[in-house]
């Protein structure tokens, strides 16, 4: 049987807090060597682009992958496909349909490398204030004891609208700032979720130690690359995906410094606030192997989605 699950019906299937523990679990499974990575592949289709990656988690009995098209000039219609299978077994448990994966993952796993950076953190600046900084907003609020977050993005009118909506419920004190100079005075973490192609945290604007999460800065500049190239590690949840030959980090000696996260945090170097700390997280895929499978057995336990009984694979046919 396999279960097939739109967004809709993964709403509220899983609180925050344990998506961000899955992400946390994965970290160390990484550093551990228990991943089984298939890298991110984009494939050029003639006008339309097929971006596919994979892993495999022995320990979670779980195996899958995300796939999904994109145009030109970069958007996609949010057809995003994740399959996943039971490792041992090799049956097909789940297909998910949607973005509703991805961003989950994309909040829970910036949250979880801040919690596992900075686990007593009160205050955090977030520059941005699209799709991916309200997921990371979320995840942020769910798992830190966060009495301050100060945003900012480049547009005053998407500022006050994020702004107003964060202040709708219960949690931490949220407010505009009118720089990324100002965000970074008052707060000692900083998520960065924006959409420039141009560095957004400089020196200049950065004198004091601070630890910086990213999901695109091995791709695109927005932290200026000498700050990169000062820092004696940056960590991540894919050494070959950050450092891959079209990325920003692909350079030997940029590449030389790039660790997994679980890493920094077994030998204690993710929690030195000597100098700066840049955790860039990649969208790897055993993030959403990992939550793929906790969101099926949940999805099941509800009876959510629609189950398909598919044909006797090739171990239940009758012999021929």
């Known amino acids: 049987m396999v279960r097939i699950l739109r ?39 003639r006008g339309a682009h097929l971006a596919w990656q994979g892993a495999a988690v022995p320990p979670a009995d779980a195996l899958g992958f995300r796939a999904y098209l994109y145009g030109d000039a970069g958007g996609d219609r949010g057809e995003q496909l994740t399959a996943l299978w039971d490792h041992r077994s090799m049956a097909l448990r789940a297909l998910f349909v949607g973005r509703r994966v991805g961003d989950l993952r994309t909040g829970a796993a910036l ?67 009118d720089s990324v100079a100002a965000v970074l005075r008052a707060a000692p973490v900083v998520v960065l979720a924006t959409a420039a192609d141009q560095p957004v945290v400089t020196r200049s604007l950065a004198p004091e130690p601070r630890l910086f999460a ?8 927005e932290i200026d690359l000498p700050l990169l190239d000062a820092a004696p590690a940056i960590w991540t949840d894919s050494v070959e995906q950050a450092t891959g030959p079209e990325t920003l980090l692909a350079s030997d000696a940029r590449r030389a410094k790039v660790r997994p996260l679980g890493h920094g945090l077994e030998d204690g170097a993710l929690r030195d606030r000597s100098g700066h700390r840049f955790v860039i997280n990649t969208g790897a895929a055993w993030q959403e192997v990992l939550l793929g499978r906790a969101l099926a057995d949940a999805a099941a336990a509800e009876d959510r989605g629609v189950e398909l009984e598919l044909p006797a694979g090739p171990d239940e046919a009758p012999p021929r």
């Open 111 to 177: 949250a979880a490398a801040v919690r596992l950076a900075e686990p007593g953190v009160r205050s955090i600046g977030l520059l941005g204030t699209g799709g991916t900084a309200r997921s990371a907003l979320a995840s942020l609020r769910a798992a830190l004891p966060l009495d301050h977050v100060t945003v900012w993005s480049p547009t005053a009118a998407h500022r006050r609208a994020f702004v107003a909506a964060g202040r709708s419920g219960p949690g931490p004190a949220i407010e505009e700032a």
């Open 7 to 45: 967004d809709a019906d993964l709403e509220g299937l899983l609180p925050l807090e344990r998506v961000v523990a899955l992400m946390e679990e994965g970290y160390a499974l990484d550093a551990r060597r228990d991943v089984v990575p298939f890298p991110r592949r984009r494939l050029d289709a």
């Open 214 to 221: 990213s999901i695109r800065a091995y791709r695109f500049p």
